[in-house]
């Protein structure tokens, strides 16, 4: 049995419990991985939902691997993968009606890549044409596709949704650059192949010794199918006809394969090369060369090595045999191994200094890991020898997690701008979609979170609509509206309360209220908004308790969305916070960025502030002075400590209209002018404050 040194095992135990201290351990590893599978399910769903079925959604990468660290701040590797193309490899497989390309993978193409033939949309006979700027004609007459189609639909933003807005076209990617708080974006387009490129059909056939990966395992991963990237193999004769072929969806299933003492050596890796070849040769050796050289490893040894006491020589060994691909210049695609990921990356004047790191690094025995700053590592391993505690980042990861879950959730269905009685339709489509869809898994849970927000809207739509014809609200609006009363908190609760109030059933709208007192606990439930992206000051620390202890269920427990009033609600919003629909002038629209801007549209205010200002309309209507007043001091209180709120603005706005009806005029121009401040344009403060001027003007003479 292999043994280990007692020295490398007493480093690589404190090595691995450093790691886990930081959220690279299986737990962890297992919520990051399930968190990015229902964000792409989410998201997904909701483009069906959405009739955007143009693409389908993938989210590829060390965050959907769960082999990265909140130190690392990994960017998200988002695929759109376009559904009106169909990649064959088999005249077989030609589908009519779509725009259908033939794989082809010859001596004259570079290992890794492929071109795609043109082909008939009628019968599976081969297309006609000319050479232009998107298609080139080659000496036997086919019609070969060039790579650069695909990176021009980057700049049709409309197709993607707001969140491209800031997006930079870098060659066949796009780079969406996150605001402070928020990680960038990685964004690839490109085309699905049903069936396994020929190329990585020897590595699916070849037996050998190794017990990594399985049959099974490759059996799996070549059901997946390809894709093909629109981008050509620098330096190739045929670069702008070349695509390359990814085999992401395979890989993403060898990482879902690999054990923990796996993963932390690829963690481990990436954190060498940032810390102490990226500052002087910034990208000669990627993540994605470090993950091959790991899977090459894996492949290559017995199974019984990979463990935790063992961690410090299985770095050894991935780094060894980076070392060895280093020298050769030679790096092997895992799947395709005839294409060179190192091919042209290495310059002459710089390989000597990077072996030299490299050689450095394995021969330190370990001490090199005391100079990675990354989540302090360094510093965190000397605690752990003198035995020391340091902070665990588990609870905090887990609650970074359910934000962009509950954040992926919460978006609505775009009918803001339809009428009320299409908006009843299309929200009605949408829920016999979600239960009529056969699924399972993620998709399925996507479905069941989804589902609620859908009744919540559909059921307020309705009761406007009652509202405005009967001045009350139907049944059917009500049981729909109860469907989705526990989306999360607070924010379908309040929307219940907000109609109950506008046909004056104040004694059902108080006990709603208390409800929500009820549950909402100030030490763990957090306020988020899907409207925008802001930086996030502070996250309470009981919110991170029940994050770690639940996934995306912890949103019922946790959080409390703004609430939203679409155009086609109005007759569900008090008098008071409709202004909020109308806050931009003709000149302030062209300030407004159309899909990122959209919410302002809406009526939309932070849950918690939102309650408070019902608690003091109710109150003052039941003649409770003292509740009434009680009210008003948390609303104040509310606006000034807490950190996250979303629409601070708005919450002033309402402030002001109380201090109206207080008779307290300066003190709401006061909350009016503070609420500009915030926000200088779309701000519906400049009527009230318009309104104000008008009342004192009035009142004066």
Known sequence: MYQVPNYTQAVSMKLSEVLADIGVDDRIVLKRRRSVLLREAVKNVNDQLWNMNIYTSYYFGSRSEGTTTMGLRSDADHLFCLNAFSVIQDWS??????????????????????????????????????????????????????????????????????FLDRLQVHGPA???????????????????????PQQARRWQDQHSDA???????????????????PVGYRGSEHEQLEWRISTSLAERCLMFNLNITQIRCYVLMKMIIKSFLDPQFEHVISSYMCKTVLLHC????????????????????????????????????????????????????????????????????????????????????????????????SKYISGLLLYDTATNISISVPVKNKSPHEAVQILTNCISKILNVQCEGMVAT??????????????????????????????????????????DVASSK?????????????????????????????????????????????????????????????????????????????????????????????????????????????????????????????????????????????????????????????????????MEQEGRVRDALQCYLMSLNLRRRNNAAKIHICALLSVMGNFRA
């Open 93 to 162: 497989e030609w589908i009519p009606g779509v725009l259908n390309y033939l794989m082809i993978q010859d001596s004259s193409v570079s290992p890794g890549y492929c071109v795609l033939q043109m082909l008939r949309p009628d019968v599976p006979l081969p297309a006609d044409g000319e050479s232009d700027q998107y298609f080139f004609r080659d000496r036997t007459g086919k019609i070969l596709l060039k790579h650069i189609i695909l990176p021009g639909i980057f700049h049709l933003k409309h197709l993607f949704g707001g």
């Open 174 to 196: 796009g780079v969406n650059q996150g605001p402070p708080g928020y990680c960038d974006m990685d964004l690839v387009l490109a085309l699905h192949c049903k069936t396994w």
């Open 211 to 229: 017990q990594w990966p399985s049959a099974e395992i490759k059996q799996y991963c070549s059901r997946t199918g390809c894709f093909v990237v």
């Open 298 to 393: 894996i492949a290559n040894s017995h199974f019984n090595i990979w463990r935790e006491n063992n961690l410090l020589s299985c770095l050894s060994l991935c780094l060894y045999l980076l070392y060895n691909n280093i020298i050769n210049e030679n790096c092997p695609h895992f799947i395709i191994p005839e294409n060179n990921l190192m091919r042209g990356k290495i310059s002459p004047a710089v390989k000597p200094y990077i072996l030299e790191i490299v050689n450095n690094i394995i021969n330190s025995k370990g001490a090199a890991m005391l100079g990675i700053k990354y989540d302090d590592i360094g510093s965190r391993l000397q605690f752990k020898f003198f035995n020391l505690c340091r902070f665990q980042t």
């Open 446 to 487: 996507a479905c069941q979170l989804k589902l609620p927000w859908c009744c919540t809207t559909l059921g307020s739509v309705l009761a406007s609509i009652n509202i405005n014809q009967h001045n009350t609200v139907l049944s059917d609006a009500l049981k729909l509206i109860s469907l989705g009363l526990n989306t």
């Open 494 to 658: 309040l929307k219940l309360a907000s109609i109950l109030y506008c046909i004056q059933d104040i004694q059902k709208v108080d006990l709603v209220l208390s409800e929500i007192v009820r549950r909402y606990d100030l030490n763990y439930v957090e306020p988020f908004c899907a409207c925008y992206e802001f930086e996030r000051k502070s996250l309470r620390r009981g919110y991170f308790a029940i994050c770690d202890i639940y996934n995306e269920d912890a949103q019922y427990y946790a959080t409390a969305s703004c609430v939203k009033f679409l155009p086609c609600e109005f007759y569900c919003v008090p008098t008071e916070l409709r202004y909020e629909m109308v806050r931009s002038t003709q000149e302030e629209r062209i300030y407004r960025t159309e899909i990122i801007d959209d919410w302002m549209d809406c009526a939309v205010v932070d849950s918690l502030p939102y309650l408070y200002f019902l608690q003091y309309k109710v109150n003052s209507h039941l003649g409770r002075n003292n509740e009434k007043q009680s009210a008003l001091s948390k609303l104040l209180r509310t606006i000034i400590i807490e950190p996250d709120l979303g629409h601070r603005e708005t919450a002033l706005n309402i402030l002001g209209k109380c």
